[in-house]
């Protein structure tokens, strides 16, 4: 039994069948072979292990810094490569560096997908913009240019009107977009 599976292995190690009359310096010689096989497999495996951890340490970093929202396109390319090494491991790997590829490819796919759904998390949670507008603003006022360093707020307040009013009357969704230039009709029921 023994020597059949050594003649399996050394078959396999070898890609090629044993022949049937192998001297015993022929197999010594193949199980060396064999045994450089494994070993340069199992360096490869290690790599591999050294890798996965490295990614997962940088995966963590980037989720720190910027509070779990915008890591997946961060190191999307670097879980692409792992993935393929991985890949490469598994088609010249036995059985259990397979199941360690195979374990690994699905911790990283789980993270992806948890990294992925924490911005869609983000996303979802931010309000909504107001894009209705009133009509119901003074329809008297003058025009306005945006100079450096200009709020709505401040403009308001200087024409003695609102930013509702003003924001309704130019149909401003974000206060925060105006720009330094732009022409702005501000109501007001007052002269400036």
């Known amino acids: 039994m023994r020597k059949a599976f050594l003649f399996g292995m050394l078959a396999f190690g070898s890609g090629a069948l044993l022949p049937a009359q192998s001297t015993p310096q022929q197999l010594g010689s193949q199980v060396a072979g064999l045994h450089e096989d494994v070993r340069i497999l199992a360096a490869q495996v290690g790599a591999m292990a050294l890798r996965v951890e490295q990614l997962e340490r940088?995966?963590?970093q980037l989720r720190s810094a910027t509070n779990g929202?915008?890591?997946?396109?961060?190191?999307?390319a670097?879980?692409?490569e792992a993935v393929a090494d991985l890949n490469r491991a598994i088609?010249?790997?036995?059985?259990?560096?397979?199941?360690?590829?195979?374990?690994a490819i699905k911790e990283l796919a789980a993270q992806t997908n948890a990294a992925i759904d924490s911005v869609a998390k983000g996303m979802a949670a931010r309000p909504a913009i107001k894009t209705e507008f009133s009509d119901d603003f003074p329809k008297q006022g003058l025009t306005?240019?945006?100079?450096?360093?200009d709020t709505l707020s401040s403009i308001a307040?200087?024409?003695k009107s609102t930013v509702k009013d003003i924001q309704n009357a130019n149909r401003i969704t974000d206060p925060t977009k105006i720009q330094v230039g732009q022409a702005l009709f501000i109501p007001s029921t007052e002269s400036p």
């Open 58 to 60: 940088e995966n963590a």
């Open 69 to 76: 929202l915008d890591t997946t396109y961060a190191t999307v």
């Open 78 to 80: 670097q879980l692409n």
């Open 91 to 103: 088609r010249t790997g036995d059985s259990a560096s397979r199941d360690q590829a195979v374990s």
């Open 144 to 149: 306005y240019t945006i100079q450096r360093g």
């Open 157 to 159: 307040t200087r024409f």
